[in-house]
């Protein structure tokens, strides 16, 4: 069993996929709430820090997008144009973010916790 660990192994076969995004969401947003603080820092592993969160929130997202487009996915017409718009704009956000444009983590903190509360 070199590589596998069996505590992740079971946690993963007890949560439903729901449960699993979830837990995604949860632990990005902590990571976006994280760095708040540090949004006005010009210290380099702060702005690291900074990068590595929004850029994982991105990551998160861009993640889904395959996902929502599967034409097997149940989801209503609706609901996807809605969660391609979200990512289209967390892209956009993060943009600024990176480019000196925004400080503001709000955006993608709310988004985040909205879709938390859609997966309760």
């Known amino acids: 069993?070199?590589?596998?660990?069996?505590?992740?192994?079971?946690?993963?076969?007890?949560e439903t996929p729901?449960?699993?995004?979830?837990?995604?969401?949860?632990?990005v947003t902590r990571a976006l709430m994280d760095v708040r603080p540090l949004?006005?820092?010009?210290n380099p592993a702060d702005v690291a820090k900074i990068a590595s969160?929004?850029?994982?929130?991105?990551?998160?997202?861009?993640h889904l997008m395959p996902?929502?487009?599967d034409d097997a996915n149940p989801m209503s017409r609706d609901l996807k144009v809605s969660l391609i718009n979200i990512c289209i704009f967390v892209n956009r956000h993060t943009d600024k973010i990176t480019a000196g444009e925004s400080q503001d983590l709000e955006p993608l903190i709310e988004i985040n916790r909205n879709i938390m509360d859609g997966l309760k």
């Open 1 to 14: 069993m070199a590589g596998k660990n069996p505590y992740l192994t079971a946690q993963n076969t007890l």
């Open 53 to 62: 969160a929004i850029g994982w929130n991105r990551d998160v997202w861009n």
């Open 39 to 42: 949004m006005q820092s010009g």
């Open 18 to 27: 729901r449960q699993l995004e979830y837990r995604l969401f949860s632990a």
């Open 67 to 69: 996902e929502v487009l």
